[in-house]
Structures are given as C-alpha cells and as structure tokens.
C-alpha cells in the first residue's frame, strides 16, 4: 500500500509527465501542419514563384511610398519568413536609397504579413478560417504601411537616409543544410511549448496569472476576449504566433475557449505577435521603433477593436459560419456566455 511520502513524491514526477504529454501532443499538430508547408514553401522558393509575385507587387508599393523593388523583399517575406526577406533586402536596399521612413513602412508590412503559408495553417488549425484571417493580414499590412507612409510625409517625420546595422549573408541554398535547418527549428519548438507549458502550471499555482489578467480584462473585454484567452494572447504577442497558436490548438480542443475567443484572439495575434524578436529584427535594417512596435501594437488593437463591435453583432451561428472552423471539444458560443461587444 502507498505511504503519503510515496504519493507526495509521485505527484511532481505525474505533473511532469502529464506536462511532457500535453507539450508532445501540441508539437505533434504542430508539426503536422508545419512540415508539409514548409516543404511547399521550398518548392515555390526554388521554382521562382517568389520572383513573380514581387514583380506583381511592384506597382502596390507606389500606393505606400516604396519603390518597386521592395515587392520581391515583402513577397519573400509573405511567402518565406523574415529572415528570407531581410537577405533580399540587404542586397536590394543599397541602389534604392531609402529613408527611416520607408524602411518603417516596410518593416510593418513585413511584421504584419510575413511566413503566411506556416502560419495561416497554424491559425486555420487553432480554429479561424482563411478566408477571414488571410485577407485581414494583408490588407492590415497595407493599411498599416499607407497610415505610417503618409503619417511621415505630412509631418516630415523619419526623412533621413537608412543606415541598417544588419547586413545578412545569404544562407547555404542546398536542401540538406535546408533540412538541418528545419529539424532544428522544430526541435527549438518542441522545447519553447515545453517551457511555456510548464511556466503556464507555475503561474497559475502561484495565481500569478490572474494578477496579470485583472487589469487587462475591460482592454480585451472590448476587444472580444474572455479571461480564459488573455495567458495565450499574450504569449502569442511576446513569442510569435506559432507557440501562440499551438496552445491555443490545445486549449480550444479542450473547450475552455469560445469560437469568438478563438477568433479575435487570434485576429489580435496574426497583427501583433512575437514583438520583442521580430521588432529588433526590423530596427536592424533601419526601421524606427515607432512605427514597427508603438504604431503596429496601437494599430492592431484599433483593427480587432473595431472587428469586435462589428462582428460581435452578428448571430451565434452566423459567426460560426463565416469565421470560425468546427472544433471537437469547443465551447459553443451560447453556452460559453462570451461576450460579444453588442
């Protein structure tokens, strides 16, 4: 028969590996959705794809102040990932002489729009429809970049040339260094969801979390959110909006989320995610913090606020229909009683 010293010290080693479950489980649909895509996104790298939406976009970059060159750098990044398009950019940006301000200009459009193959996948698994996420990242990032694009204009704001501290090398093109590359990217993964899941336990044993939730309930309130969604919005914001997204996978198949939860906490997170890396990123090449964190997390609160009292309008099921995809285990929206702005 067990002694209480015995289920003492079998409960951290339970916890521990209920974690390490939780954690493989969310990597596992992770993974599922990430690999297939990646290797899709080689392809279209490898057959030129990239080169002919750049030049597609050549004339939408006039629209923000940009020259056209700077299409293949946001085609890259929308199609590729951020990193790709830096590298594009850095042997670009020389013969384009650009000022602050239109490196900010970009640098948004990229922050908003970029890797959109992985993480529209990500966020269509986590449970929004494409159709709805996808169009909104877009036209955010143009929206966004045309706001900033004639916000500097009028205001003479940023107008001194660009001096970007990073200048990327171009990384090894074959596919084997391509593939460690890969492997390597899924293993850090599969360790950050780890970490985060632990650290998601601790705050909430040591009710640190809902500290963190009481003053940021009316904010995400307005903005469509219920109190079971604010710990993964803002790990969503602070560390990219596949870990965000993962999680959210998790906890919406475990029906603590609502189909609006799902949506706007994943509309708030497709404009405004990973702000600390991918802002330091976009400040490397020359653009001003003000634009591509103060301007972008300002911006993307007005978009989803915005959304809510919109779509927050609209009937339970019709809501359903049009932005949400069915999820086993999901809380219905009427038996959740999240609110919904009206």
């Excluded at 010290?9 to 992770?30: G, K, M």
């Excluded at 990193?83 to 950019?89: D, K, L, N, P």
Aim: proline share 6%; aromatic share 6%.
């Amino acid at each position: 028969m067990s002694t209480p010293v015995d289920v003492q010290a079998s409960r951290p080693a339970h916890a521990a590996i209920q974690v390490f479950r939780d954690a493989f489980e969310t990597f596992s649909t992770l993974a599922k959705v990430l690999v297939p895509v990646l290797l899709l996104t080689r392809i279209l790298e490898q057959t030129g794809a990239i080169l002919l939406l750049g030049e597609a976009l050549s004339p939408v970059m006039g629209a923000v102040g940009l020259p056209g060159s700077m299409g293949l750098v946001w085609a890259t990044a929308m199609l590729i990932n951020m990193y790709g398009s830096m590298i594009v950019f850095a042997s670009l940006a020389p013969a384009a002489s650009l000022t602050v301000a239109q490196v900010t200009v970009l640098g948004c459009m990229i922050l908003i729009a970029h890797g959109l193959p992985v993480e529209l996948r990500v966020a269509q698994k986590a449970g929004s429809r494409l159709r709805a996420i996808g169009p909104l990242r877009v036209l955010a990032a143009l929206a966004l970049g045309w706001i900033v694009h004639r916000t500097c204009t009028a205001f003479g704001w940023l107008q001194q040339q660009s001096n970007p501290l990073l200048k990327p090398s171009a990384p090894d093109p074959s596919w084997a260094a391509w593939t460690v590359a890969q492997v390597r990217n899924l293993a850090m993964i599969f360790v950050i969801i780890l970490t985060l899941l632990v650290l998601l336990r601790v705050l909430k044993r040591l009710h640190v979390i809902d500290i963190l939730i009481r003053p940021l309930t009316p904010l995400l309130h307005r903005l469509g959110l219920s109190e079971n969604a604010t710990p993964l919005t803002i790990i969503g914001m602070t560390l990219g909006l596949t870990y965000g997204g993962g999680l959210i996978i998790r906890e919406s198949r475990s029906g603590r989320l609502s189909g609006r939860d799902v949506f706007f906490s994943l509309a708030l997170l497709s404009l405004s995610h990973s702000l600390i890396e991918d802002t330091l990123l976009m400040m490397a090449i020359g653009a001003h913090v003000g634009g591509v964190l103060v301007g972008r997390v300002l911006f993307s609160i007005a978009v989803v606020y915005v959304l809510a009292r919109t779509l927050g309008r609209l009937p339970d099921e019709t809501f359903e229909r049009l932005l949400v995809r069915p999820a086993a285990g999901r809380t219905p929206l009427k038996a959740a009683g999240c609110p919904d702005s009206r």
